[in-house]
């Protein structure tokens, strides 16, 4: 089975740390992705990466940055959180046939 | 633009009854359209996905899913519904905007299965 872990469940952080959330997936897949999932808003795509140092913006790039530098991992990075950025990040890879794997999320909070 | 529709925000079925979560799109070209599942604090599950072939799709839990191209629609089924069911599901198309494979989801559909 596909595994998608998630460094943490549940994160409160205050408005202007930076915040770090990792993903890891044990398939060898080559896509990855981040998404924010808020109430009637389904799930937005931030960045994604389809290669080790490879990114690329997904819908809501902004206040956002990410890292993979082992095809494995891919981490989210916000810079300077904001009350805004409260949310759900879900983190996903995919094979080659599309399929996405999800992992269990983090539940972000930003005070 | 490559995009889905659920146009309920809410499902409510009994259960044993048939359940119904409706999916339309709107793509260029042919379509990759697929339903994930989401419980309760948990990420999203995948359940079908449709490429080419046969319209109705069968997927996991007992789910299956109906292409139909000309009402752009991708409807998940149930013949009879579960307590258990009741979760959060999304449709999604796939986008090949810009070179890249993503997958474009809908806003979701609470279902509610009732004892």
């Known amino acids: 089975d596909v595994k998608v872990t998630q460094s943490s469940r549940y994160l409160v952080k205050r408005t202007g740390e930076k915040v770090f959330l990792e993903c890891v997936q044990d398939?060898?897949?080559?896509?990855m992705f981040w998404y924010r999932q808020d109430p009637g808003l389904g799930l937005r795509l931030i960045y994604f990466?389809?290669?080790?140092?490879?990114?690329e913006k997904g819908d809501i790039p902004e206040g956002y940055s990410v890292s993979r530098e082992k095809k494995e991992r891919f981490s989210l990075i916000l810079e300077s959180a904001s009350t805004n950025q409260t949310s759900m990040y879900l983190c996903?890879?995919?094979?080659?046939?599309?399929?996405?794997?999800f992992g269990p999320g983090t539940r972000l909070t930003v005070l | 633009a490559q995009s889905v529709a659920q146009p309920e925000d809410q499902v409510n079925v009994a259960e044993g009854n048939p359940l119904t979560v409706k999916c339309t799109y709107s793509?260029?070209?042919?379509?990759?359209l697929f339903w994930y599942v989401q419980y309760p604090n948990r990420g999203l599950q995948f359940l079908l996905k449709y490429i080419t072939g046969d319209n109705l799709v069968k997927g996991s839990y007992g789910f299956e899913a109906e292409f139909n191209k000309s009402q752009t629609s991708f409807h998940l089924k149930k013949p009879s519904a579960l307590v258990s069911d009741s979760a959060l599901y999304f449709c999604?198309?796939?986008?090949?905007?810009?070179?890249?494979?993503?997958?474009?989801f809908g806003a979701g559909t609470r279902l509610a299965v009732h004892p």
């Open positions: 398939m060898d897949h080559e896509n």
């Open positions: 999604a198309v796939r986008d090949r905007a810009g070179g890249y494979n993503k997958l474009i």
């Open positions: 990466s389809y290669d080790v140092k490879m990114k």
């Open positions: 996903a890879s995919s094979d080659q046939r599309d399929t996405q794997y």
């Open positions: 793509v260029s070209g042919n379509p990759y």
